[in-house]
T-cell receptor
Framework: GAVVSQHPSWVICKSGTSVKIECRSL??????MFWYRQFPKKSLMLMAT?????????EQGVEKDKFLINHASLTLSTLTVTSAHPEDSSFYIC?????????FGPGTRLTVL | EDQVTQSPEALRLQEGESSSLNCSYT??????LFWYRQDPGKGPEFLFT???AGEEKEKERLKATLTKKESFLHITAPKPEDSATYLC?????????FGSGTRLSIRP
């Protein structure tokens, strides 16, 4: 149980384009999902908390207009990186809250050329 | 300000050589402390949740313990497949904060 999937697992895009990443809880409903970013050999940095049916809560320093989050259902949250630039290249990981525990997706590797 | 520090940053052990990983934390209103394992290029895999000082949990060769300021992840007689980054994450009511992790490498 408590499986979280992400799609795509990796994506390469040109600078200036937008990329959407999906996060799904497969066998449970998640009112709250989280989006993290991770640089090589660094820990996870929380970007935003996504609540179903309401606006996401962004961490300080994270541009909400650049990283659009939509949590339209209890099993799906999406992160759209708008007008991506090479500095947005990173490993993006989502998690879904079940009780007190967060279960993580496998991550999406974004490379912006 | 909530903080979490893990040590050592990296640890290399011989197969069968037991050791401990440390997590020191300062979190207001601790709701639970989580341990995760992360393999390269993958998302974290949940290991344990500890809720109160004195609590211990075990899973195979791993045992996690909790005090009011620290948590330890003890690994007994490790195997090469235990090589990974181990992340400590204390949680408050609103979110969890990840430590920078300990990269554990077990040599056969």
């Amino acid at each position: 149980g408590a499986v979280v999937s992400q799609h795509p697992s990796w994506v390469i895009c040109k600078s200036g384009t937008s990329v959407k990443i999906e996060c799904r809880s497969l066998d449970f409903q998640a009112t709250t999902m989280f989006w993290y970013r991770q640089f090589p050999k660094k820990s996870l940095m929380l970007m935003a908390t996504s609540n179903e049916g309401s606006k996401a809560t962004y961490e300080q320093g994270v541009e909400k207009d650049k990283f659009l989050i939509n949590h339209a259902s209890l099993t799906l949250s999406t992160l759209t990186v708008t007008s991506a630039h090479p500095e947005d290249s990173s490993f993006y990981i989502c998690s879904a809250l079940s009780g007190d525990e967060q279960f993580f997706g496998p991550g999406t590797r974004l490379t912006v050329l | 300000e909530d903080q979490v520090t893990q040590s050592p940053e990296a640890l290399r052990l011989q197969e069968g050589e037991s050791s401990s990983l440390n997590c020191s934390y300062t979190v207001s209103g601790l709701r639970g402390l989580f341990w995760y394992r992360q393999d390269p290029g993958k998302g974290p895999e949940f290991l344990f949740t500890l809720y109160s000082a004195g609590e211990e949990k075990e899973k195979e060769r791993l045992k996690a313990t909790l005090t009011k300021k620290e948590s330890f992840l003890h690994i007994t007689a490790p195997k090469p497949e235990d090589s990974a980054t181990y992340l400590c994450a204390p949680g408050s009511a609103s979110k969890i904060i990840f430590g920078s992790g300990t990269r554990l490498s077990i040599r056969p």
